[in-house]
Every structure is written in structure tokens, then in C-alpha cells.
């Protein structure tokens, strides 16, 4: 019997879900938790799952953070991501942070059965849209001969969610010269925002 949790901050959610997997003979919901933080508090003192259908968007604490707290500290639960977001920051970050699977929740219930399954078999299932972002983002040309060290630098700290007053506070430089540096990485990585920016420089090991 192969053991699921599900974490998504939506009730009505969780409860179809676990009406759908109780029609399956070796699936069992085990849990069920409307946010990160109480399903990690829960997989401290209780048997772990076999694997984890998890949403990405929730209070308190994201999909994103949940997958990369539970594939650093318990790497055999696997985990498949449930979600509406099909966009560059959700898909990569998640499959960045080791998600098993990748799924849409309009999918059909015969489908998220049979994903399941060859997850908790080992294989690594993406939706189509998620697979066409992560083709279009890894298709894009690699520019990191043209950044200087300066650039790659600030980029490095844009990476950690650093806003430019604080970049340029750990870097002794001034706030405007930061902004000028943002607008040259912004340029050569040909993205429009910081979160892109964050996005590809992980997606190419820019830093």
C-alpha cells in the first residue's frame, strides 16, 4: 500500500482528492494539511509518506520551500507538484528544488492516477505545458561570457531576494550604480524582471 499525504490550503481540494484515491486498492491518504508548515511539524514525529501531492501557492509557506525542506532532509518521499500555475517562475523553481512530477489540476482523474503511479515507480512526469516552459527556457542562448564580474556578482545577490539598497550596501557601492548593473543583466539575459532573472541565472549556473 503506497502511503499519500496532501497539502493544499484548499478543502474542497483535499476532499475530492481523497475520494478519488480511496477508489484506488493500493493508494491510501494518510494526511491531510492545508499548509507547509503543519505537514512538516507532522513529518517529524509520524511514518513518512510514499509521496506527497502538493499545490505550490499557500499561505505561509510555498510549494517551492516545502519541496526543497523535504528533498534535503527526507530524499525518498517523493513528490508530485498539483497546480494551476503553469508560468517559468512555478515550473522551474519546482523542478529546480527536485519535484518528481509536475501536474495540472484540470487534469483527468484516470491521468493524476496513472502519474502517480509511475511516480512512486521513479519516473520523472511532466505536463506538457511545464515540459514546453522548460524546453523554451533552456532554449534560450547562454550569456555568461558577456555578463562582467560585477554583474555576475549583483546577480548573485538578486538571486537571494536582495532588494538594491541592499545590494548595494554588501557590495560598498551606491544604490544607483546598482540599478545601472540591473539594467545591463536585465539586457544581456533578455528578461524583463528580477524573478526572471533569478530563474535562469539557477536554470544555467550563472553563479
Keep these: 500500500m503506497n502511503r499519500i499525504v496532501l497539502v493544499d490550503d484548499h478543502h474542497i481540494v483535499r476532499q475530492g482528492l481523497e475520494f478519488l484515491l ?55 518521499i517523493k513528490i508530485l507538484v498539483l497546480t494551476s500555475y503553469v508560468d517559468d517562475e512555478h515550473v522551474i523553481s519546482a523542478i529546480d528544488q527536485g519535484a518528481d512530477g509536475y501536474e495540472m489540476k484540470d487534469v483527468e482523474p484516470e491521468q493524476l492516477i496513472k502519474t502517480i503511479k509511475k511516480v512512486l515507480d521513479g519516473e520523472k512526469i511532466i505536463h506538457p505545458q511545464a515540459q514546453n ?17 560585477r554583474e555576475a556578482e549583483v546577480l548573485a545577490e538578486m538571486v537571494k531576494g536582495k532588494t538594491n539598497k541592499e545590494i548595494a550596501e554588501t557590495l560598498f557601492v551606491s544604490e544607483k550604480t546598482i540599478k545601472t548593473h540591473v539594467s545591463h543583466i536585465f539586457n544581456k539575459l533578455q528578461v524583463t524582471d528580477r524573478t526572471q532573472a533569478a530563474i535562469y541565472a539557477m536554470q544555467n549556473n550563472l553563479i
Design 133 to 149: 516552459v522548460i524546453e523554451a527556457v533552456s532554449k534560450k542562448p547562454h550569456f555568461t561570457n558577456k555578463l562582467s564580474k
Design 22 to 76: 480511496s477508489t484506488v486498492d493500493d493508494l491510501e491518504v494518510i494526511g491531510g494539511f492545508s499548509d507547509g508548515k503543519s505537514f512538516l511539524t507532522y513529518l517529524s514525529s509520524n511514518d513518512l509518506p510514499d509521496i506527497v501531492l502538493l499545490d505550490l501557492v499557500m499561505p505561509e509557506m510555498n510549494g517551492i520551500e516545502i519541496t526543497k525542506i523535504i528533498k534535503n532532509n527526507y530524499p525518498e
